[in-house]
């Protein structure tokens, strides 16, 4: 039975041959000669013990050629893929000696491969750092998502008690010593940012004592816990907002602003956090399903002899239903109906239709699109009168509406959030709405919240540059101060708030807050890291500091790659991971507070083309991805990026990882007052490619040095090179003279 099986096998096996050469008989395939070589610089110490093996990869045969004869090739020709193995002499000289091996392959274009030899006294420098005596030095602040942070109980949802299973790797790994929350409150979305009560707890995340264990147990790791308050807005869900829509008279119709007529309003001086002039209308919402349309059989006539101010009066008839074909369409209906208006000529167009619409009608001279000014409505707050002429625009182009509305103002294009109303930024403590947010905040201070993250702090009044928010700011800043050391704590709370600008546009933001996060350092860190040139980046960083400390003595930045509102820092450095360890180098060299977001010590990447979701991604702990606290993303995770080889559990066992050069240079910042606490200014080090600073603290004085280069440089230093604390890929020193490599970092004692 066996020989019988193995004769069947042996038939099919020819027969497959057979059949597959004769299928390629007639063609002679096209094969492209490639050519590859890896590495591509090699580099020897000055005695040369060892022996750099080269892969080359091709389909042809090759030749290698070296340029010097002080190393030596073990073969200078080869077919397919094989190796070369390269051997130097000991170089006994006080120069560095260069060669190449030029690799040619017919077909394919060489390649070439740079080989240097250090001189003789060049040392390879590696980093003896004080000994981290536990003490936490640094304000390293963890931000981090609860939703998708860590989950303790099963239900996909990150909690209070999933941070407080982490605090070990916040502590000990990221070296935090604080830890801003993403919003804490029930609220009408996922992120947080629309909260419906700011006096509890969202119970997703666990209950108000699960809270207080969290705070207990980061407190006993050296761990602040700072809150993401929204002060700008509520979640139009809000038991504030409803009541104060529903009822004219509610005490919480204060809280909020309304108008029937905003542009009259605002015209007329009654809101004083609007001015009367210089700011639109724009941005309001008409309160609750209202029908502010008509039912009819309605003639909409258009006389448009401008296009800057067409004309449309709208009338009742008993004429019959129209159809038109022209480049003017009444845009209206429950079921959003779109139709073309008839040409009458000379710039008149008309249109009967039986009319039903809840929202009212817009006039547009596309069908298709809304782009480029294609839409025309009205003014928010004006309605129209039957046989009235209504001038129509395509700035604000509100819809058109028959009935009066109540409106009420968000600034952020969406209903989800009802803006606050503080009144007067120099009365703003006494405004009702200030009063019970402050109220809440006291409660989260008097439990032992150590800080507060504030969200869109340039929108709360209605200018980014005016010194209305930064004197709300300090009002509201005094106001949760008071309460921190009524509290019994020592210091100062933190503050932070966001104003998502260039620097200098938030200088004026530190007379409210002692601190701000500073955008610009991460805008301007990744064109450094992706032109490869240092460019102005520490002079400018240098000039905001100094410009926030003239400002406020206390002021401190917050300094960070992304956050959960920008694309990933990996996505914008094109996936480099020699540029991900170099952006967190300077990230935790540099002046400033130093905020690390979720993720980033993992090297995540991800933009926000197809979703906010896609940049707050839950965290991979174990290679296993199973509990993964994704449920609140839904389906928008990336799921080839969650392999085991990015988990916290790979990262940390591999000494080459990215979460290991947070961690050493997390550590170093806590080790080293100078680095903790110090302020950055310039050296005399110039070269295109060379970022460098000090950091001095009292008697304690670091140099910092950044080669953003994708090749060796050779930099002449003037202070010592005697004590390397801290090293992030390859330097070697000669007397003065310093040999950094391709996105190589380097830190010295002085
Ligand atoms: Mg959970």
Known sequence: MKRILKYILTVAAIIAVLSSCGGNSKETPDVKVTLSATPTTVTFAPKANGTKVIAVSTTGDWTA?????????????????????VTADENAGSDERTGSIRISVSGAPDVTVSVSQLADNMVALSASPAQFDGNKRASTTYQLLVYSFADSDGDGIGDFNGIASKLDYLSDVMGATALWLSPVHPAMSYHG????????????YGTEADFRNLLAAAKAKGIDIYLDYVLNHSGSKHPWFLEAAADET??????????????????????????????????????????????GRFRFDLDWKSDSAPVVTVTETDAAVEMGSSEKYIYYGNDDKCRAFVDDGDGKYHIVVDFNSDWGFLIRTSSETWDNGTKYGGKAGSIITFGEPYVLNNTEAADIVFKAATYYHSHFWTDWFADFNYGAADEADKSKAFIDLASSADKWINMGVAGLRLDAVKHIYWSETSSENPTFLDKWYDHCNATYKAAGNSGDIFMVGEVFSDAPATYSYYD??????????????????NNRSAGTFVSDIIGYHNSYKARRSDAVPGIKLSNHDEDRAASDLGKSLPKEKQAAAFLLTAGGRPF??????LGYWGTKASGDEYVRTPMMWNKNSSSLASKRLGSKIDKSMLTASI???TQLADEASLLNVYKTFSTLRNTYPALAEGEMSATSIRDPAIASWYMISGNSKLLVIHNVANSDKTIEVDDSMAHCVALLGTAYVDGTSLKLGANSSVVFEL
């Open 512 to 529: 409210g807050l002692p601190s701000v996060f500073e955008f610009s350092f991460w805008w301007k860190l990744k064109n450094v890291l």
């Open 596 to 601: 690390i977001y979720q993720g980033e010590e």
């Open 65 to 85: 050629t070296p340029s010097a004869t002080w190393f030596h090739l073990d073969k200078t020709s080869g077919k397919g893929k094989g190796s070369i193995s």
């Open 250 to 295: 509610s005490p919480y119709r204060d809280y909020y602003i309304f108008s029937e007529n905003p542009s009259g309003d605002i015209k007329a001086g009654l809101f004083a956090m609007f001015p009367k002039t210089g700011y639109d209308a724009g941005q309001w919402f008409p309160l609750g399903d209202a029908d502010l349309g008509a039912k």
């Open 193 to 204: 940012y629309d909260v419906l009560d700011y006096f509890s707890l969202n119970p997703e």
């Open 647 to 649: 988990s916290v559990e």
